[in-house]
């Protein structure tokens, strides 16, 4: 049966275009010394540029301003690092300069990012740029120990993706043809999360999927209950920060390791951890990373910067030096693995993670998932920043309690007292307890947020 479905995917997948010929490739460039490898980017980034020209409005202007075009109209990447950020809000000013006028002759289609920074974005994207993706999503999992069609259960959170009641038979034949399962997780009560772990256990897939909070979430309602788990051979989370107390409890409970995945709606899958785990491995033939200081300076490794991405493969709608949201962190020591692909040691978060004190200094949001999320009492979180000197956290108990506020009051004073210690005694700090907490739009949950502009 196996062999089976192996046999129908690749037949599926080679009429929709080469995505497995680009998987091929991928994996064999993988091992390419640094050198080779950026002489093939290059050469990528300037045929993007050259088309970005050619047929992109709002990148014909940019582009010369920038330097960037020589004689003929001709493009180099001499003045690169000239060419403006591409910011959120080009989607909704320029949406039609940044639309490439050669579309007709190209297999299309519109998405939307997830919104979870605020208003969602639309943009283009082609075939060529979907068979790349797909490609790198194959290989990092092939990273984690997963072929083609082994068994994949998919905790997801996005209606988007799931469409769950309204599946096409195409859909559904797609899902049976590679070997995977879909599991809802955006309202999570304990009798669902009890069947999702019967399916686990009955499927026993090779890995897992998933949105870092909702295995989260499952993780420590398992190890609660004492409920037994399958072991997959390999966990990919994606969609959110991946914190350290996360992982440590998802490979505790589910004893295996955890393979972190990054990407976004608009430019795909981006980088993606391997077996040794000292961070992500950026797909150097995909996509053109770098991370920038807030001076504008690229950042040394170690240092924290915007991550700034530039997609290789989607000439629809050009994604040129897009600044993203997140920032990161160049690791300082190349991999081990033996894969010259640049290492990003570390996501750090989004911008509007970052808390801003009366003073001006900036506090970094993770300090404050390490506070909350290490304790035991609290289910789900939420700490928002909603101006300078005022602080709101909503808090959903792990458990039912009769008087929340009286049980846990020497906890909470004490959560208080440190959250007035980062932020400043001057900062007001209102703590609730409520029954839920929503995700975003694209289902993904925020538990750091700062209304206050960090430029």
Same mark, same amino acid.
């Given at each position: 049966?196996l062999?089976?479905?192996?046999y *129908?995917?690749?037949?599926?997948? *080679?009429?929709?275009?080469?995505t497995?010929?680009?998987?091929?490739?991928?994996?064999?460039?993988q091992?390419?010394?640094?050198h080779? &490898?950026r002489?093939?980017q290059?050469e990528?980034?300037i045929?993007?540029?050259?088309h970005?020209?050619e047929?992109v @409005?709002?990148?014909r202007n940019v582009?010369?301003?920038a330097?960037?075009?020589?004689?003929g109209?001709?493009?180099?990447?001499?003045?690169f690092?000239h060419?403006?950020?591409?910011?959120?809000?080009?989607?909704?000013?320029?949406f039609d300069q940044?639309t490439?006028?050669? &579309?007709?002759r190209?297999?299309?289609?519109?998405?939307?990012?997830?919104?979870s920074?605020g208003q969602p974005?639309?943009?283009?994207?082609?075939?060529?740029?979907f068979?790349?993706?797909?490609?790198?999503?194959?290989?990092?999992?092939q990273?984690?120990?997963?072929?083609l069609v082994?068994?994949?259960?998919?905790?997801w959170?996005?209606?988007?993706d &799931?469409?769950v009641?309204?599946?096409t038979?195409?859909t559904?034949?797609?899902?049976?043809?590679?070997?995977?399962?879909?599991?809802?997780t955006?309202?999570?009560?304990?009798?669902?999360?009890?069947?999702?772990?019967?399916?686990?256990?009955r499927?026993?897939?090779?890995q &897992?999927?998933?949105?870092?909070?909702?295995?989260y979430e499952?993780?420590?309602?398992?190890?609660?209950?004492?409920?037994?788990v399958?072991? @997959?051979?390999?966990?990919?989370?994606?969609?959110?920060?991946?914190y350290p107390?996360?992982?440590?409890?998802?490979?505790?409970?589910f004893?295996a390791p955890v393979?972190?995945r990054y990407?976004?709606?608009e430019?795909?899958?981006?980088?993606c951890?391997c077996e040794?785990?000292?961070?992500l491995?950026?797909?150097?033939?995909?996509?053109?990373?770098?991370?920038?200081?807030?001076?504008?300076?690229p950042?040394q @490794?170690?240092?924290?910067?915007d991550?700034?991405i530039?997609c290789?493969?989607?000439?629809?709608?050009?994604l040129?030096?897009?600044?993203?949201?997140?920032i990161?962190?160049w690791?300082?020591q190349?991999?081990s693995?033996?894969?010259?692909?640049?290492?990003?040691?570390?996501?750090?978060?989004?911008?509007?993670?970052?808390?801003?004190?009366t003073g001006?200094?900036?506090?970094?949001?993770?300090?404050?998932?390490?506070?909350?999320?290490t304790? @035991?009492?609290?289910?789900?979180?939420?700490?928002?920043?909603?101006?300078?000197?005022q602080?709101?956290?909503?808090?959903?108990?792990?458990?039912?309690?009769?008087?929340?506020?009286a049980?846990?009051?020497?906890?909470?004073?004490?959560i208080?007292t440190k959250?007035q210690?980062?932020?400043?005694?001057d900062?007001q700090?209102?703590i609730?307890f409520?029954?839920e907490?929503?995700?975003?739009?694209?289902?993904k949950?925020?538990?750091t947020?700062s209304?206050v502009?960090?430029?």
């Amino acid at each position: 049966m196996l062999n089976l479905k192996a046999y *129908a995917w690749k037949k599926r997948i *080679a009429l929709q275009g080469h995505t497995l010929s680009y998987m091929q490739e991928l994996g064999q460039k993988q091992w390419l010394n640094d050198h080779q &490898l950026r002489q093939l980017q290059a050469e990528k980034l300037i045929r993007l540029l050259q088309h970005a020209y050619e047929h992109v @409005p709002y990148y014909r202007n940019v582009l010369q301003q920038a330097g960037i075009v020589g004689t003929g109209g001709k493009v180099s990447l001499e003045r690169f690092e000239h060419i403006p950020f591409l910011e959120r809000e080009h989607f909704h000013s320029c949406f039609d300069q940044l639309t490439s006028d050669d &579309l007709i002759r190209r297999k299309w289609y519109e998405n939307w990012s997830g919104g979870s920074t605020g208003q969602p974005i639309r943009l283009l994207q082609d075939q060529v740029y979907f068979n790349w993706n797909q490609a790198l999503k194959m290989l990092f999992d092939q990273w984690s120990g997963r072929d083609l069609v082994d068994r994949q259960i998919m905790l997801w959170a996005s209606e988007r993706d &799931l469409m769950v009641g309204h599946e096409t038979w195409r859909t559904c034949m797609g899902r049976w043809m590679r070997n995977e399962r879909w599991l809802n997780t955006r309202n999570m009560s304990a009798a669902r999360m009890e069947d999702y772990l019967a399916q686990i256990n009955r499927f026993q897939p090779v890995q &897992l999927l998933a949105f870092v909070e909702s295995l989260y979430e499952l993780a420590r309602f398992a190890e609660e209950r004492r409920l037994p788990v399958h072991s @997959p051979t390999s966990i990919m989370t994606t969609a959110s920060m991946l914190y350290p107390h996360m992982r440590d409890t998802i490979e505790r409970v589910f004893q295996a390791p955890v393979f972190n995945r990054y990407g976004s709606r608009e430019t795909g899958a981006i980088a993606c951890e391997c077996e040794v785990h000292r961070g992500l491995h950026v797909s150097m033939l995909t996509h053109y990373v770098e991370v920038i200081r807030e001076d504008g300076i690229p950042a040394q @490794p170690g240092e924290r910067g915007d991550i700034v991405i530039t997609c290789l493969h989607n000439y629809a709608m050009p994604l040129i030096r897009y600044r993203i949201g997140d920032i990161g962190k160049w690791a300082d020591q190349p991999c081990s693995c033996g894969r010259w692909l640049p290492l990003l040691g570390e996501i750090t978060g989004r911008m509007n993670d970052m808390f801003v004190k009366t003073g001006g200094e900036l506090v970094d949001g993770r300090l404050f998932v390490i506070l909350l999320g290490t304790q @035991p009492f609290i289910k789900k979180f939420q700490v928002v920043q909603e101006d300078m000197n005022q602080l709101s956290i909503a808090i959903v108990l792990h458990q039912d309690v009769p008087d929340p506020q009286a049980k846990y009051w020497e906890h909470v004073d004490l959560i208080r007292t440190k959250c007035q210690y980062l932020m400043g005694e001057d900062c007001q700090i209102a703590i609730m307890f409520v029954n839920e907490i929503p995700a975003t739009a694209s289902g993904k949950y925020r538990y750091t947020v700062s209304k206050v502009k960090t430029r």
